[in-house]
């Protein structure tokens, strides 16, 4: 069944969720992380991603430190995304133990930086597709440049790339199901490993995402809301 992956964003070192990926639409969902990361952990998470929102709108890591001490503490891997755009970012987080870092706007800004992390970490990286209207959007999605994300998708496994998040902007937050059309294209597309993120409300979402192929999604509010356990249809 498809593994779910509970998600902690971070604006000045709170859980919040946005709503369609909209800064001025946030929620705090819990004040304290270490709190949210313990309760994961003890709910049974086999895996966790925590995006660092306000790195991802300045264009580099802000929520570092507060990061490595999560990984510290946490018994489970943890992926980490949001403002890694250098390869010392990506080798930052790498030794501070996170299993795996998302790339999103720096993959698609910068090839060469993009090669580069691929050739040395290509085990340990994931391409975020963050899609609107199925245009590929970057720099915390505020800018959407004319790219279709299933020709991005290609471009990104033929220079190495072995994970991909995919994340339909419009179904963020919104608790409105996951965009399994898009999803299902992908995967048929590519031969990476394809993560859903966005839109997820209950298990019959994930049995869906199951039937499709996918293995792995990324849950947010759906969790926070009670509308999903981790004891439930996806483990």
């Not at 490993?193 to 192929?213: F, P, Y």
């Amino acid at each position: 069944m498809t593994k779910i992956i509970p998600a902690i964003d971070l604006i000045d070192g709170k859980c919040v969720r946005l709503y369609q990926g909209k800064f001025n639409q946030s929620t705090v969902m819990e004040n304290d992380p270490f709190i949210q990361l313990q309760k994961f952990m003890e709910d049974g998470a086999e895996l966790i991603h925590i995006v660092d929102l306000d790195g991802a709108r300045l264009g580099a890591p802000k929520q570092y430190e507060l990061i490595k001490r999560l990984v510290q503490i946490s018994s489970v891997p943890i992926q980490v995304g949001g403002g890694i755009r250098t390869m010392q970012s990506v080798k930052n987080y790498i030794d501070a133990g996170v299993s795996r870092v998302v790339l999103g706007t720096a993959a698609i800004e910068n090839k060469i930086f993009l090669t580069n992390v691929l050739k040395q970490y290509s085990n340990q990286v994931a391409i975020g597709i963050d899609a609107k209207n199925e245009k590929v959007a970057t720099r915390g999605w505020e800018k959407v440049v004319d790219v279709n994300y299933l020709e991005f998708a290609k471009i990104m496994e033929d220079l190495g790339a072995k994970t991909i998040v995919f994340t339909d902007i419009s179904r963020d937050g919104t608790l409105t199901g996951p965009n399994l059309e898009q999803l299902q294209r992908l995967n048929d597309e590519v031969q990476c490993t394809v993560i859903a993120s966005g839109g997820i409300r209950n298990d019959e979402d994930i049995k869906a995402l199951h039937e499709i192929g996918i293995a792995e999604a990324i849950v947010g509010k759906a969790i926070y809301d009670g509308m999903i356990t981790l004891q439930g249809a996806g483990q």
